[in-house]
């Protein structure tokens, strides 16, 4: 099976979701003719990633802007379940292709955001969603921490889908818990746009013998809006180079990394490659010494199976 991907490697219109989704639209209209079965949008893409925000927090006290500001964020933030979401469900069966999109995630119940990860399918709709277990370092401000439910993948007709969010992909142990459910497809959304996280896309290809997606955004300080321009005016103008990545099952690059600029990555997946790539090493198989090493990701759910054409 070929496979033919793309990941969107551009800017939100930044904090209003609406003006986003517009423009992931016209994205996602503007490349419906070319092929693609699937588009990959980068981390918290809806309403933006807040690099450089405080939030007016600091050990033992929060501003009242600060609060005001993470209640836009909330405002502008999605849920699975609203009118926003079902626009994207739609352009996916219109067009036929498979989404996965980062998004601020929002929690009617309980007041909390989430660094997520949506998976869309054309025939099925919502597949279900990726929820960041551990957000790095401030991102704890304003994200929490998701549970073992939230380690996903999915067997769709254009293979077996799954992934995590940035620097989670630092954690061997939730990568071998998508190692275990086979992934193919591998999606890495991040804001992570060093040259060293190259080097962890090749890693992660050649330890689970999966293709890699890592999709980031292409962000400068300018395209800030003017309300929020105070707020990063000590970050260098290019605030995020982008860095976007396909890599195959043998850690070989097939497109980028990408850097300094907007754009969409391109590249056809031959699934017969992760085949071929497990004779010299398979992390569940001949390589995985059951007999030494057990592991379970606990509450990890099992692989959910889309509806096959008869």
């Not at 939230?150 to 992909?169: Q, R």
């Not at 997946?269 to 059951?290: M, P, Q, T």
Request: proline share 5%.
């Amino acid at each position: 099976m070929r496979v033919k991907v793309g990941l969107v490697q551009d800017s939100p219109v930044f904090f209003d979701k609406t003006k986003t989704l517009a423009k992931m639209e016209h994205i996602i209209e503007t490349n419906a003719s070319k092929g693609y079965q699937l588009l990959v949008f980068p981390e918290s893409f809806v309403p933006g990633y807040p690099r450089g925000f405080d939030f007016g927090a600091k050990i033992g006290s929060r501003t009242p802007e600060g609060k005001k500001l993470y209640a836009k964020y909330y405002a502008n933030s999605m849920s699975l379940d609203d009118d926003d979401m079902k626009k994207l469900v739609k352009l996916s069966k219109l067009h036929h292709i498979y989404l996965v999109v980062g998004i601020t995630e929002r929690q009617e119940t309980n007041g909390s955001l989430y660094c997520s990860m949506v998976y869309i399918s054309p025939t099925e709709g919502i597949l279900g969603a990726h929820r960041k277990i551990k957000p790095t370092g401030t991102e704890r401000l304003i994200w929490a921490e998701a549970d073992g439910k939230s380690l996903v993948t999915f067997d769709t007709k254009i293979g077996k889908l799954g992934g995590l969010i940035c620097w989670e992909n630092y954690m061997p142990l939730a990568r071998m818990a998508l190692y275990q459910r086979e992934v193919e497809i591998y999606v890495a959304p991040t804001a992570d746009s060093r040259e060293e996280w190259t080097a962890t896309m090749k890693h992660i290809a050649l330890e689970g013998r999966c293709f890699v997606l890592g999709c980031n955004q292409y962000y400068t300080k300018s395209i800030y809006p003017d309300p929020y321009k105070d707020l990063v005016k000590g970050e260098p103008e290019e605030m995020c180079a982008g860095g976007s990545i396909i890599v195959s099952p043998q850690g070989k690059v097939l497109a980028g990394p990408l850097f300094g600029e907007a754009g969409i990555l391109t590249a056809e997946l031959n699934l017969n490659d992760i085949i071929e790539s497990k004779l010299d090493f398979d992390v569940n198989g001949h390589y995985a010494r059951n007999d030494i090493f057990k592991f379970k990701a606990k509450n990890q759910p099992e692989i959910k199976k889309e509806k096959r054409d008869l």
